[in-house]
């Protein structure tokens, strides 16, 4: 009996104590989904009283709207090419500075800083540097006679969302870096020298050691980082806006403008709920995976 008594109190001073985080949860994140999915069925506009029900019209005008399919095409761009060269980047440093040589202390706080520098920073500085007329890329290029025009790196809709990637796979690989430097640190090199003693090369060790260890990391980093990416918007508004054209308007951006430049407010929260559903999905395949790993380790 003391003991279930002991239990009851337990648990209720785990729930007293888990009571400000869920008034916080509550607050900041379920009532403004709320919000969000209320107007999503209402024609909501900017600066009007009347917000008539409408149902799932919102996500019907979706459906049928170009600028999002455009809009989604460019996301999905941008989320592929910006993970594929971070995973690929991050994974070829993290196996560099996990080598001992001299300096390697100052190397890897040098690949680190760009993660450390704040967005709006890096990217102000990133727009000087692609200037087409001031900026140092071109002039380097031209200099070095690999073109012979000054680029238009964020007014061209040729370029624009090359230009953006960029940008984002140099601020934020450092954390691929660290996330698969961590696991390289922590592989048994008693392998290795075993491997070494059985004649096995470089590569043959990569493949049979390093790959297997690297693998449920690199998988859940990806996808980590692919779900942060999708919603990522700093970096998009700030160097072109959406455009040139709408060639870098992405789902986030698209919302924004909704929202914000043409007051449409239900639609743009239709368009976010869209968002929220497939970020939903990634972040389901995410914990699956995490479960996956857990379950081998």
């Not at 888990?18 to 403004?32: G, K, N």
């Not at 709207?65 to 594929?84: E, H, M, Q």
């Amino acid at each position: 009996m003391r003991n279930l008594t002991s239990e009851t109190e337990n648990r209720a001073i785990a729930a007293l104590a888990l009571l400000p985080s869920f008034a916080i949860l509550l607050v900041l994140v379920a009532l403004p989904t709320f919000s969000v999915a209320l107007y999503s069925l209402q024609d909501v506009q900017m600066g009007e009283a009347a917000h008539p029900f409408v149902g799932f019209e919102n996500f019907l005008w979706a459906w049928n709207y170009a600028p999002f399919w455009n809009a989604l095409n460019n996301t999905l761009v941008w989320v592929f090419g910006s993970v594929s060269l971070e995973m690929v980047i991050g994974v070829a440093v993290a196996l560099m500075l996990n080598r001992n040589f001299v300096g390697r202390g100052i190397a890897r706080a040098v690949v680190f800083a760009p993660y450390l520098i704040p967005t709006v920073v890096a990217v102000l500085v990133w727009r000087y540097m692609f200037h087409d007329v001031l900026g140092v890329v071109n002039y380097f290029l031209l200099k070095a006679g690999l073109i012979e025009t000054p680029v238009n790196w964020l007014s061209s809709p040729r370029v624009a969302m090359t230009t953006v990637i960029i940008v984002g796979v140099w601020k934020f690989f450092p954390f691929v870096v660290l996330a698969i430097l961590g696991v390289l640190q922590a592989i048994p090199q008693d392998q290795y020298e075993a491997a070494k003693i059985d004649g096995a090369s470089e590569w043959q060790q990569f493949w049979r050691i390093t790959l297997p260890h690297l693998m449920p990391i690199f998988l859940l980093t990806a996808l980590l980082r692919s779900i942060w990416t999708f919603h990522k918007f700093d970096i998009i508004y700030l160097l072109t806006g959406g455009g040139p054209v709408g060639s870098t308007t992405t789902l986030p951006v698209l919302v924004y403008q909704k929202a914000f430049a043409d007051f449409e407010i239900g639609r743009a929260a239709a368009l976010a709920l869209i968002t929220a559903f497939v970020l939903t999905l990634l972040l389901l395949l995410y914990f699956y995976l995490s479960k996956q790993v857990e379950a081998r380790q």
